[in-house]
Structure formats: structure tokens, C-alpha cells
């Protein structure tokens, strides 16, 4: 018998109409849709006149109910799973069932949509060469530094989830590990009412939202700016540097060049030219 297909599939972050076109008729045309939340998800579907049966598939019950899908999906039937907003298993239930998926022989196919993470990065203005999905930072302020630090070196725009409850938080916890200076993007309420997508450097953004309480309210993604001085030579590499520019130039315009060539702070490659002066 031929098995069934697993559809993952994207729903709306915030705004009904972001539903693809595919994405309903998917939804109408499978067997079952497997839903992290049925009550929340049977106001979408009502909405689209969609009235497969749901089934509850969440972190809780995933472990039991895995082999069950599997099961009804090897015997011939179509299944879609969704989240209650965005891609099901970014931050979502559902890699258990995408991992035996593959293992029991079954097609795997998604079905694209909104995602708040990618929203989040398409509009920050931030590189997009290379990014880091982090997902959400810890609860607690001590393994909020530790993940952090853990991601300071790399050079990769960084991607975050947060709640309103955590949000200041974070943004305080990013200031000393990743330094004020980085640029970042507060996006919120992506695709609501209360859009705001809001660029600045790391320690502006966390004195705006401790400044400001309704910028705490809503869902956040927190967009910043990889490791730039990752890019930059090492100390020894850097006085080379230096040290053929100032055969030729002035000692500032030596310094300043050299700075932007490796994308270290003036002052501190101005400190170490006149170091080099001195030798
Ligand atoms: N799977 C979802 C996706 O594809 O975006 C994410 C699910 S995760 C449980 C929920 C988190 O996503 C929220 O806490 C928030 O960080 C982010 N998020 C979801 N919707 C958002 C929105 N409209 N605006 C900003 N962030 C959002």
C-alpha cells in the first residue's frame, strides 16, 4: 500500500490573511491534522471552512502519539501537522514526528508560510549571508549569559525568541555579553496592529524597553548583529598592518585605516600605533 504524506505546514503569525492558498487546501484535503493546541487551531480552521479532524500533538503527548501517526500514515493516510502560529517545529512540537517520519520510509513535504523569526530577519536590515536561529535564551539570568557567550564569537546575525515577560531581561544580559555597541532589532507583534520593528544599537534597544512599558508588551523577535571583530586580524596581524601603513602615512590616518580595515575600535588601534611609535 502506498503511505501517506506528512505536510508540515505554516500558519499565520497574527494576520488571517498571511494563510496561504496552498496551505488550506492541504489542510482541507488531509485525513487528519496533527495541532499543538485543537482549540486554538478550530478558530483558523473554522475560518477557512476547513473541518478535517484535528488531533492533539504537543510536547506533552508527542512521545505516545509519534507512533500512532506513523502508523496511519504507513497504512495510506495523509497527515498535516501545524502549530498555533508560524512553522511547526521552529521553536514548535513536531521534530519527533519529522524524525520518524524519515526513518519509517514516509515523504515529508512543507508546505511554506509565515515564520517570525524570518520576518524578523528579512526586515532588520541586519546581514543575511549568514544567521544564527538561537531560539528562545533561558529563563534564568546565569544561563542567559552562558548561551550568550556562547554565541559571541561567531559572526553570524543572531536570531531570537522572547517572551514580554523576559524581554528587558535578555536585553540587559545581551549588553554585557555581546558590549552595547551591536546593532539589533527589536521586532514585535510581527504582521499585528502594534507592528514595530525598531533598529538601534543593543544598549539603546534595552534602555528603550525599560524605559518604555509598552514596548515589553506583545511577542518579540530580537534580531543582532553577528561578531564583526571576528573579521579582524589578530593583535600580531593588526601591528603588521599598522606597521607598513605607517611607513607610508601619517600615524592617525595610519591607525584610522587600519581600524576600518579590520573593523577594531580608533581609540584602540590609535593606542596601539603610538605603542608601536614608542618601540
Ligand atoms: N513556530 C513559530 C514561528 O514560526 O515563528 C514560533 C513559535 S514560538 C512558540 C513563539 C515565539 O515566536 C514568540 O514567543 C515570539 O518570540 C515569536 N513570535 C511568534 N509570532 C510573533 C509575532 N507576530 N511577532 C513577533 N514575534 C513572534
Known amino acids: ?15 488571517r490573511s498571511d494563510m496561504g492558498q496552498r496551505a488550506i487546501e492541504i489542510l482541507s484535503e488531509v ?12 478558530h ?8 478535517t479532524h484535528m488531533w492533539a500533538y504537543h510536547d506533552h503527548n508527542e ?17 498535516a501537522l501545524i502549530s498555533d502560529a508560524g512553522t511547526p517545529l521552529l521553536s514548535d512540537p513536531g521534530y519527533r514526528l519529522v524524525k520518524a517520519a ?18 524578523a530577519l528579512s526586515a532588520s536590515g541586519l546581514a543575511t549571508d549568514q544567521f ?16 550568550f557567550e556562547a554565541l559571541t564569537k561567531s559572526r553570524a546575525t543572531q536570531v531570537f525568541y522572547e517572551s514580554s515577560h ?9 549588553v554585557t555579553v555581546f558590549g552595547g555597541e551591536r546593532e539589533a532589532v527589536l521586532a514585535r507583534e510581527i504582521s499585528k496592529t502594534f507592528e514595530t520593528i525598531h533598529k538601534a544599537t543593543v544598549a539603546e534597544l534595552s534602555q528603550w524597553v525599560q524605559e518604555d512599558e509598552n514596548q515589553r508588551k506583545g511577542e518579540f523577535v530580537l534580531v543582532v548583529q553577528g561578531n564583526t571583530q571576528q573579521q579582524a ?17 601619517p600615524l592617525k590616518q595610519a591607525s584610522g585605516l587600519a581600524a576600518k580595515i579590520t573593523g577594531r575600535k580608533k581609540n584602540q588601534v590609535y593606542k596601539l600605533a603610538l605603542d608601536l611609535q614608542a618601540k
Open 63 to 79: 512521545q505516545q502519539q509519534t507512533p500512532v501517526l506513523i502508523e496511519r500514515m504507513l497504512s495510506g493516510d495523509d497527515i
Open 31 to 42: 485525513k487528519l491534522i496533527a495541532a499543538e493546541d485543537t482549540r486554538h487551531s478550530r
Open 44 to 51: 483558523l480552521l473554522q475560518h477557512f471552512n476547513i473541518d
Open 132 to 147: 544564527c536561529f538561537a531560539g528562545f535564551p533561558p529563563n534564568k539570568s546565569s544561563a542567559r549569559i552562558a548561551f
Open 102 to 119: 524519515h526513518e519509517a520510509g514516509i515523504k515529508v513535504s512543507p508546505v511554506p508560510g509565515p515564520c517570525a523569526a524570518i520576518a
Open 233 to 249: 586580524s589578530t593583535t600580531v596581524e593588526l601591528e603588521q598592518m599598522l606597521a607598513i601603513l605607517m611607513d607610508e602615512l
Open 1 to 15: 500500500m502506498k503511505h501517506g504524506v506528512l505536510y508540515i505546514v505554516a500558519t499565520p503569525i497574527g494576520n
Open 166 to 174: 523576559r524581554v528587558a531581561a535578555s536585553l540587559a544580559d545581551m
